[in-house]
Structures are given as structure tokens and as C-alpha cells.
């Protein structure tokens, strides 16, 4: 099983601040089969980023993921209000599929 | 409109039973795979299972193998988790999604349902 490993936990910043989050896994994620979604309270996830750097229908382009391998980053450019989440990587490419267990981005 | 509604959860006795389902309306059904994703109260995402277009090719996550089987019927647009064994670290909110067999997108999951809440206990 693949474990992906997000860091940091949480993070606390302000709105138009950029941010990165991290994705490492424990072996290399075939074909980049690398996903990022978002959650809000209360709502189900939201799938932002797949194959590592597609953005998904009708997600603004201040995201951005890259990486390849075993290492994958999220990028969110400004922050919006409506930004402030858990993200969520996922690898797809081997079974079982597996999830990381998240980064909380709060407001400061 | 492209939606996904679960149905099914509730409370049950540890060693019990449960059928999900998820009805899908909106797409073409059969035009992708299928999973069941769960997450326990106030902690992260858990895959749970998924199943092919064609119903032919199923996984499972460690922690549900032997004990849950996913199915569809794709004539009628359902989707279905069957579990057994139930356990008190099964109690979560269960949410189906879908994602494309074929394409750059393919295996991400680009619609999930609301989700239905199990509850395992005595």
C-alpha cells in the first residue's frame, strides 16, 4: 500500500497570501495518478487537481499542482476567503487507492 | 444535472448488516468506474472500495476485504456496498463517487454524493 504523508497539518494565513502544500509518498505514483481535493464543513469533497497538474472543470487557475514520482505539490496563488479548507491528496494509480490525511488551511 | 444520492446507512449492532446504495442520474453510467469512500467522524478521507464500468474488476481497502462487496446494476443506474461483519470502527459517513474509465482524468473521482452516515453500535 502506498502511504501518502501531506505536511504541514494545518496552516494559519491570510487571505491573498500564496501557499504551498506538500504530498510525499512511500513509493513512486504511477503514471503521476495524483489527485487533490477539497473539502469544506459539512460538504462533500471536490476534486481540484488530477494526473498531478490538471486543473478539473470550473477550478479557478490560482490552483496549481505539480511533481512527479514520489514528490506532489498544491499551489493556491492568492487566497481567496472561500479557500479555507482540508485538502486532500489521493493516488490512483495502484490499489488500494489511498488518501493522505490532510492539510487544514485556517484563517489567521 | 449530474448527481449521486446515497441511501441505506443507519445505526446497526456490531456484526450486522447494511446495504448502500447510490442511485446516479445525469450521465452515462457505464461510461465510468465507481468507488465508495468513507470518512469518520471528524478525521480524514478513507478509500473504501471500487468497481469497473463493466463490473469485472473490483479492490478493496485491507480494512473492509472479506467483509464488504461492492456491485452496480447498470440498467438501473445504481450502485451498491453490501457490508457484513460491521464493526465500531466502520461507523463513518459514506459517500459514492465516480470517475472516468478512459482519458487523462481517468481513476480520479470527479463526483461524489452527499453521503449517508453508518453508525456501528450497541
Known amino acids: 500500500e502506498i502511504v501518502l504523508t501531506q505536511s504541514p497539518g494545518t496552516l494559519s494565513l491570510s487571505p491573498g497570501e500564496r501557499v504551498t502544500l506538500s504530498c510525499r509518498a512511500s513509493?513512486?505514483?504511477?503514471?503521476?495518478?495524483l489527485a487533490w481535493y477539497q473539502q469544506k464543513p459539512g460538504q462533500a469533497p471536490r476534486l481540484l487537481i488530477y494526473?498531478?497538474?490538471t486543473r478539473a472543470t470550473g477550478i479557478p487557475d490560482r490552483f496549481s499542482g505539480s511533481g512527479s514520482g514520489t514528490d506532489f505539490t498544491l499551489s493556491i496563488s492568492r487566497l481567496e476567503p472561500e479557500d479555507f479548507a482540508v485538502y486532500y491528496c489521493?493516488?490512483?494509480?495502484?490499489?488500494?487507492?489511498?488518501f493522505g490525511q490532510g492539510t487544514k488551511l485556517e484563517i489567521k | 444535472e449530474v448527481q449521486l444520492v446515497e441511501s441505506g446507512g443507519g445505526v446497526v449492532r456490531p456484526g450486522g448488516s447494511l446495504r448502500l446504495s447510490c442511485a446516479a442520474s445525469?450521465?452515462?453510467?457505464?461510461?465510468?468506474?465507481m468507488s465508495w469512500v468513507r470518512q469518520a467522524p471528524g478525521k480524514g478521507l478513507e478509500w473504501v472500495s471500487d468497481?469497473?464500468?463493466?463490473?469485472?474488476?473490483?479492490g478493496y481497502a485491507d480494512s473492509v476485504k472479506g467483509r464488504f462487496t461492492i456491485s452496480r446494476d447498470n440498467a438501473k443506474n445504481f450502485l451498491y456496498l453490501q457490508m457484513n461483519s460491521l464493526r465500531g470502527e466502520d461507523t463513518a459517513f459514506y459517500y459514492c463517487?465516480?470517475?472516468?474509465?478512459?482519458?487523462?482524468?481517468?481513476?480520479?473521482?470527479?463526483?461524489w454524493g452527499q453521503g449517508t452516515m453508518v453508525t456501528v453500535s450497541s
Open positions: 489521493q493516488q490512483y494509480g495502484t490499489s488500494p487507492r489511498t
Open positions: 463517487a465516480r470517475s472516468p474509465e478512459l482519458g487523462i482524468g481517468s481513476g480520479a473521482l470527479d463526483i
Open positions: 494526473a498531478a497538474s
Open positions: 513509493q513512486t505514483v504511477t503514471s503521476s495518478y
Open positions: 468497481i469497473k464500468w463493466n463490473g469485472r474488476r473490483t
Open positions: 445525469g450521465f452515462t453510467f457505464d461510461d465510468y468506474a
